[in-house]
């Protein structure tokens, strides 16, 4: 539960960036960090486990977010970035950083916390959209780096 408190956490974080049309700013790292270390004050979160795992998710999903951005785009078909909700698109985005770059966390557990957290903050309908694209990002993007390991590995 540690964990998806953290994720809701950055959820906050980068909802509240995308309001505040900061999350471009933010890839400048001691201007993230300086913002990061603001929302904890405002939060009085003490866990050290919550804290640190949603750094590192916001820090990866900032850093990478031009990617994931335009890896929304590729699978959200006929839905352009600006239309989708902050809240769904937020939630796509650290999922999506989870699922690309974070091999420690096996995919499932990466989109059963994005849908249980859309359900809790977002619709129905929203739960079923992040669903339906994570799980293809997930298995067209697990499938596209395990082919290109096993050619790597054969040469």
Request: glycine content about 2%.
């Amino acid at each position: 539960m540690k964990r998806r408190k953290a994720r809701e956490y950055v959820l906050q974080f980068l909802y509240a960036c995308e309001m505040n049309e900061n999350t471009k700013k933010m890839c400048d790292y001691d201007l993230l960090q300086e913002e990061i270390e603001n929302f904890w004050e405002r939060n009085n979160e003490q866990d050290h486990h919550i804290k640190t795992f949603a750094n590192q998710l916001i820090e990866g999903t900032i850093e990478h977010i031009e990617t994931i951005d335009k890896t929304i785009q590729k699978y959200a078909e006929k839905w352009n970035l600006e239309r989708i909700i902050p809240i769904d698109k937020n939630i796509l985005r650290f999922s999506i950083y989870e699922i690309l770059y974070r091999n420690d966390i096996p995919y499932q557990v990466t989109i059963n916390e994005a849908v249980e957290i859309a359900k809790k903050y977002s619709t129905k309908e929203s739960a079923a959209f992040i669903n339906g694209i994570l799980d293809r990002i997930a298995k067209e993007e697990i499938s596209r780096n395990a082919t290109t390991d096993s050619k790597l590995n054969q040469t």
